[in-house]
């Protein structure tokens, strides 16, 4: 149970709230509404301002160890009004687990419990005319829920001009804001189709590798955390070449990658390390560094308040944008805080920050194994891509086949043998049968030695297309014909046709002197012919028989080229598959 906002309100009516940090005139360093360091963080220092917003915030989270010891104190069941109006009064008297307020309300006695208030008016055994005012103020809270108008002073500085805000003020500044997106379900997360700020998977970095870049850089961390078991190591541009812009360290996306390092391995989340949007004087944590974090809460400007995370503990350097380097001291943190990002954003102007859909597990793994290992702080080392070592690819090993033994023993392997006769024929074990089928299979091996040189050891040899099954020597060009004329021709058809053609018509046309086959085969064939025909027959006009069937030889040597050069080429596609030499051109 939380104090509600109007409770919150009228508990700072009490105090006066302060933006600047002052002395208390103790020594001790204040802030907001009567904030010290002994409540936790942030940690008054000389110098310090913070808003009001912030003031309010802070003081809800000094709150938090005063509600606690109430709900542990108290065993009745309390409306709002009531726990508010506790919380106020244990504030200031700190009395919850002893007083009789306490033991009348867990025996039901509402009524006796709220006369009890009024009895703690003093201090340092004096009534206080303040004290009685603020009893009486709690003892309507409680009884009635009556809040009163409350009024909260604030100061811009210790005994500077005060401005008066009403509790609607304060309920306005802070009351009815709307989650931020930080703060959403991974459920949300993972539905909104808005959100491309995510990897596919996370980073799959081995343990060899992040540990490397551990040692690598190790003397960056100081003497204080190089023997602490916890550690956090960060790589930026993680995903430098698949998300966003190739090459390029984008802003706005979890494209880096944070391991979570100890004794027994490492945990892999995504994250951003850098701030998610440009302008001037926005800080970026720069790389090649260690910087301690602590458990702490995170976010006190928020509206809804801060939310526990880790803040940096330890000074750091950035890279401002537009104006260069920058280094922090103890008296001016920049609070490069590492906590849980946003949806459609990575909700960092500097901050380191996990998804949200992780952060929960990434925020229980770590608290876990800082107190398993008694440390109260981690460093946190930030580098580049270009930093990590390569992972080395390791080729592996062939096994290479054991070697037989020189000495067989031929009865042993018998034996061996038989049995895998039995088994392939549905037995365990070898018999007589097994013996003669073994003995039958080598007979058939003897007998046909290239059966099983050939088709058994080196597989069926694939049929070629162009060879007849009836005669090797026959194919679908040369058949028996072509086989037969080729021999009687000495495979010279090709030859035979060119010559031919050349004899029967390029050169008794343009060459006739040189075409003794034309002049002399012309008037034998006319003279055979004129003396076999019938004396009344009249020789044809304009040349005779002969030249005529000279001439019609043209497309016979044309038919026999062409059957010879089919055949060559036929040749060559049958040599070249079986991978001889084809036959030389000179052949045709």
């Not at 040597?557 to 596609?573: H, I, L, S």
Request: proline share 6%; net charge neutral; glycine share 10%.
């Amino acid at each position: 149970m939380r104090t509600s906002l109007r409770g919150i309100c009228a508990m700072l009516a009490e105090e006066a709230i302060v933006l600047a940090s002052y002395n208390d005139g103790t020594g001790t360093m204040t802030i907001g509404a009567g904030h010290t360091a002994a409540a936790g963080p942030p940690v008054p220092r000389s110098g310090m301002t913070i808003s009001l917003t912030e003031a309010i915030n802070i003081y809800r989270n000094d709150l938090a160890k005063t509600e606690n010891q109430v709900q542990s104190a108290v065993r009745a069941v309390l409306s709002q009004h009531q726990f508010d109006a506790l919380v106020s009064w244990h504030f200031n008297t700190g009395a919850i687990s002893s007083a009789t307020l306490t033991r009348k309300l867990n025996t039901g006695d509402v009524a006796g419990a709220a006369a009890e208030f009024a009895r703690w008016n003093k201090s340092k055994g004096k009534v206080l005319e303040g004290l009685i005012a603020r009893r009486d103020r709690e003892t309507a809270m409680f009884l009635n829920g009556d809040y009163g108008n409350p009024k909260v002073r604030v100061l811009e500085s210790k005994g500077g001009p005060e401005e008066i805000f009403t509790g609607d003020q304060i309920e306005a500044l802070l009351g009815g804001a709307v989650s931020s997106e930080d703060e959403q379900s991974t459920e949300e997360l993972l539905a909104n189709p808005m959100s491309q700020l995510l990897p596919l998977h996370r980073p799959k970095q081995t343990i060899g590798i992040t540990k490397a870049v551990l040692q690598k850089f190790h003397d960056l961390i100081p003497a204080d955390g190089r023997d602490d078991a916890v550690a956090v190591v960060a790589v930026r541009g993680y995903y430098l070449n698949t998300m966003g812009k190739e090459g390029a360290n984008d802003r706005g996306v979890y494209d880096d990658a944070i391991f979570v390092v100890e004794p027994d391995g490492i945990h892999n989340f995504n994250g951003n390390t850098d701030p998610g949007r440009f302008a001037r004087g926005i800080a970026k944590l720069k790389s090649r560094q260690a910087v301690r974090y602590r458990p702490g809460p995170h976010g006190f400007s928020r509206k809804n308040g801060p939310y526990p995370a880790f803040r940096q503990d330890s000074n750091c350097a950035v890279i401002r944008d537009e104006t260069g380097e920058d280094t922090d001291s103890p008296a001016g943190r920049f609070w490069i805080n590492l906590h849980r990002g946003g949806i459609t954003t990575t909700s960092s102007l500097g901050c380191q920050t996990v998804p949200p859909h992780q952060w929960n597990e990434f925020k229980t793994l770590v608290d876990g194994l800082l107190k398993k290992h008694s440390q109260e702080t981690f460093y946190y080392l930030l580098v580049d891509q270009e930093d990590v070592p390569q992972e080395e690819t390791t080729v592996p090993a062939i096994p290479q086949p054991t070697p037989m033994p020189t000495e067989v023993n031929p009865v042993q392997l018998l034996q061996q043998i038989l049995t895998l006769a039995a088994t392939l024929r549905g037995r365990t074990t070898p018999n007589q049968t097994d013996m003669i089928w073994l003995q039958d299979l080598l007979r058939m091996i003897s007998a046909e030695p290239t059966v099983f040189n050939g088709e058994i050891l080196n597989g069926k040899k694939q049929e070629d297309p162009l060879a007849s099954t009836s005669d090797p020597e026959l194919t679908p060009v040369n058949g028996a014909l072509g086989k037969k004329i080729g021999h009687a021709l000495d495979g010279r058809k090709t030859a035979i046709g060119v010559v031919g053609m050349l004899a029967t018509t390029i050169l008794p046309i343009f060459l006739p002197q040189l075409a003794p086959i034309t002049a002399v085969a012309a008037p034998l064939v006319d003279s055979l012919a004129n003396a076999g025909a019938s004396a009344g027959a009249a020789a044809p006009a304009g040349g005779g028989l002969g030249r005529e069937l000279v001439s019609a030889a043209f497309p016979i040597f044309a038919a026999v080229t062409g059957w010879g050069a089919m055949g060559k080429v036929e040749k060559w596609v049958r040599a070249l598959r079986s991978g001889l030499v084809a036959p030389a051109a000179a052949n045709l």
